[in-house]
Nanobody, 121 residues
Framework: HVQLVESGGGSVQDGGSLRLSCKFSVDTNSRYCMGWFRRTPGKGLEGVAAIRRDDLTAYTDSVKGRFTISKDNAGNSLFLHMTNLKPEDTAMYYC?????????????????WGQGTQVTV
């Protein structure tokens, strides 16, 4: 059973930075791709960033150049470093694991989800 636990959310001013973390259970990284998703009242659930097992990354257009996804395999952790945050980035952010995430980073491809962490800009 895959377990994902996010942390690092909070309130930040327009233009500020935050780093989200996701602790995942052992062996998750060797079997799954990892991604970050967010849910807003207006747009619903959308994919933000994903990283494959070979470390290839993908981002939704609105965060390219501002967000960076990375992982620490030894520490079983996934990160999302967010810079130049904007009010439209306000959302509940979720860490997720799936067998494959394409360039569209579709939520339908995620099999396991964390509980979410709130980011408010």
């Amino acid at each position: 059973h895959v377990q994902l636990v996010e942390s690092g959310g909070g309130s930040v001013q327009d233009g500020g930075s935050l780093r989200l973390s996701c602790k995942f259970s052992v062996d998750t990284n060797s079997r799954y791709c990892m991604g970050w998703f967010r849910r807003t009242p207006g747009k619903g659930l959308e994919g933000v960033a994903a990283i494959r097992r070979d470390d290839l990354t993908a981002y939704t257009d609105s965060v390219k150049g501002r967000f960076t996804i990375s992982k620490d395999n030894a520490g079983n952790s996934l990160f999302l470093h967010m810079t130049n945050l904007k009010p439209e980035d306000t959302a509940m952010y979720y860490c997720a694991a799936g067998y494959y995430f394409g360039l569209a980073i579709s939520p339908s491809q995620a099999h396991y989800w964390g509980q979410g962490t709130q980011v408010t800009v």
